[in-house]
Nanobody, 115 residues
Framework: QVQLVESGGGLVQPGGSRRLSCVAT?????????MGWYRQAPGKERELVAR??????NYADSVKGRFTISRDVVKNTVYLQMNSLKPEDTAVYFC?????????WGQGTQVTVSS
């Protein structure tokens, strides 16, 4: 009912910046109530990075002050601006949405922070 396509991943040097985008399409996209970003590093569980819901946002402690989540309701797009990136931010980043019809995940985009 909702399809998600992420973009913006890649290789970035420590201290650098990157912006991820996730576009939601499908009939249920107009009913999205929450949008968020999760990440999963090798050998680790998937964890919440940032989430926006009803105008509110919450962040993982590890990214507070460095990452910013924003949402364009008209475009059904959620962004994750990542600044001051660290090697420990290396992971596959997944977009997630919630709606009255259920939740959906994107395919993930790899972010690698390395010199």
């Amino acid at each position: 009912q909702v399809q998600l396509v992420e973009s913006g991943g890649g290789l970035v040097q420590p201290g650098g910046s990157r912006r991820l985008s996730c576009v939601a399409t499908g009939r249920a996209a107009a009913w999205i109530t929450a949008m968020g970003w999760y990440r999963q590093a090798p050998g680790k569980e998937r964890e919440l990075v940032a989430r926006t819901f009803s105008g509110r946002t919450n962040y993982a402690d590890s990214v507070k002050g460095r990452f910013t989540i924003s949402r364009d309701v008209v475009k059904n797009t959620v962004y994750l601006q990542m600044n001051s990136l660290k090697p420990e931010d290396t992971a596959v980043y997944f977009c997630n949405i919630e709606s009255p019809y259920g939740s959906a995940w994107g395919q993930g985009t790899q972010v690698t922070v390395s010199s």
